[in-house]
């Protein structure tokens, strides 16, 4: 069994960009700038914040984080992003998710212009993936797309299974796995809640993606032997025995899946390292756009 080992993976990303960014600076050019607002105190949120910023500053981005309180109004939260729309010296912006439940997140996500839009969220971007135009990737599947190319993992021909349907992720991945491009070309199923024979379908997948946030939902006997396994689930377990009072659970039973997958993603160290190396390209690649128009 390969450990599709993201800490490798990413930092072979970040390397690549930490050199294109030292050049840019080399050569007199302003730094690429990504803003993250995050809304409240949700901790899996701070974490995820903490880690973004902390990347960009490793290789060199300018990075704000705009810390909002939990009571932050929508309207408030637009101006700001209005705000960040306007600054030039701004190349990505995203928005932490999931919002407090008082702001409509669709009216947030579609605040955000496209030019900006690192995360990938806006339907203009979506709609631009679909129709297999030059946009930006959702960071979470473009960083397994990354995954597949660092590992040298083909995926054409082969049949492909998704759990989960979410706009973040699942959907997304099943477009990109389906696309007429080198890591694409794979005949994908989506499955969701609503699917029977989950199981079957599975074990017809050489690529399994699990995102459906149920932790160790993916057993051995739903895994074709030697199949490729991506599990994206991050959730928090409560554990008495972990300093932090819980431990971070992916989607598939790790041990039990080792035993009968060719390749498998760990949690932590796997997708989510990948996800922030996918949001670093995305926004070098809108500072590289705005800087050309
Ligand atoms: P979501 O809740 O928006 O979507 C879950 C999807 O799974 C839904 O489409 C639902 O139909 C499907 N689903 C739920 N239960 C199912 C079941 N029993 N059988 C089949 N399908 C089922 O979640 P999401 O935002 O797509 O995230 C999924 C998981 O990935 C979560 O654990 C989340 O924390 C994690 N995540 C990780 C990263 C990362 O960087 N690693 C990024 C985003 C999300």
């Given at each position: 069994?390969?450990?599709?080992?993201?800490?490798?993976a990413?930092?072979?990303?970040?390397?690549?960009?930490?050199t294109?960014?030292?050049?840019?600076?080399a050569?007199?050019?302003?730094?690429?700038?990504?803003?993250?607002?995050?809304?409240?105190?949700?901790?899996?949120?701070?974490?995820?914040v903490?880690?973004?910023?902390?990347?960009?500053?490793?290789?060199?981005?300018?990075?704000?984080?705009?810390?909002?309180?939990?009571?932050?109004?929508e309207?408030?939260?637009l101006?700001?992003?209005?705000?960040?729309?306007?600054?030039?010296?701004?190349?990505?912006?995203?928005?932490?998710?999931?919002?407090?439940?008082?702001?409509?997140?669709?009216?947030?996500?579609?605040?955000?212009?496209?030019?900006k839009?690192?995360?990938?969220?806006h339907?203009?971007?979506?709609?631009?993936?679909?129709?297999?135009?030059?946009?930006f990737?959702?960071?979470?599947?473009?960083?397994?797309?990354?995954?597949?190319?660092?590992?040298?993992?083909?995926?054409?021909?082969?049949?492909?299974?998704?759990?989960?349907?979410?706009?973040?992720?699942?959907?997304?991945?099943?477009?990109?796995?389906?696309?007429?491009?080198?890591?694409?070309?794979?005949?994908v199923?989506?499955?969701?809640?609503?699917?029977?024979n989950?199981?079957?379908?599975?074990?017809?997948?050489?690529?399994?993606?699990a995102?459906?946030?149920?932790?160790?939902?993916?057993?051995?006997?739903?895994?074709?032997?030697?199949?490729?396994?991506?599990?994206?689930g991050?959730?928090?377990?409560?554990?008495a025995?972990?300093?932090?009072g819980?431990?971070?659970?992916?989607?598939?039973?790790?041990?039990?899946v080792?035993?009968?997958?060719?390749?498998l993603?760990?949690?932590?160290g796997?997708v989510?390292l990948?996800?922030?190396?996918?949001?670093?390209?995305?926004?070098?690649?809108?500072?590289?756009?705005?800087?050309?128009?």
């Open positions: 069994m390969i450990l599709l080992d993201g800490k490798i990413s930092a072979a990303v970040r390397q690549q960009l930490t294109e960014v030292a050049g840019l600076k050569a007199g050019k302003r730094t690429p700038h990504l803003a993250a607002i995050l809304v409240g105190n949700n901790g899996a949120s701070e974490t995820y903490a880690s973004k910023v902390k990347h960009c500053e490793e290789i060199g981005f300018a990075s704000t984080l705009v810390r909002l309180p939990e009571t932050t109004t309207a408030d939260l101006a700001k992003i209005s705000e960040l729309n306007q600054a030039p010296e701004i190349d990505g912006i995203l928005v932490q998710l999931p919002l407090p439940k008082h702001i409509n997140e669709q009216l947030v996500i579609q605040a955000i212009d496209p030019s839009d690192v995360d990938g969220f339907p203009a971007s979506a709609g631009k993936l679909v129709q297999g135009l030059p946009t990737i959702p960071a979470t599947p473009y960083g397994i797309m990354l995954m597949l190319e660092h590992f040298n993992i083909t995926t054409k021909g082969k049949h492909a299974v998704v759990i989960g349907r979410s706009n973040i992720v699942g959907r997304p991945m099943s477009i990109l796995l389906s696309s007429n491009s080198q890591y694409g070309n794979a005949t199923t989506v499955c969701h809640s609503h699917t029977p989950l199981k079957e379908i599975c074990l017809q997948g050489d690529i399994l993606v995102a459906l946030g149920r932790p160790e939902f993916v057993k051995a006997d739903m895994v074709k032997t030697g199949a490729i396994v991506i599990d994206v991050i959730t928090r377990v409560e554990d025995t972990a300093k932090k819980f431990r971070i659970k992916g989607d598939v039973a790790f041990d039990e080792a035993a009968v997958a060719g390749a993603t760990p949690v932590p796997g989510g990948m996800t922030i190396a996918g949001l670093l390209k995305n926004t070098l690649q809108a500072y590289y756009q705005r800087n050309a128009g």
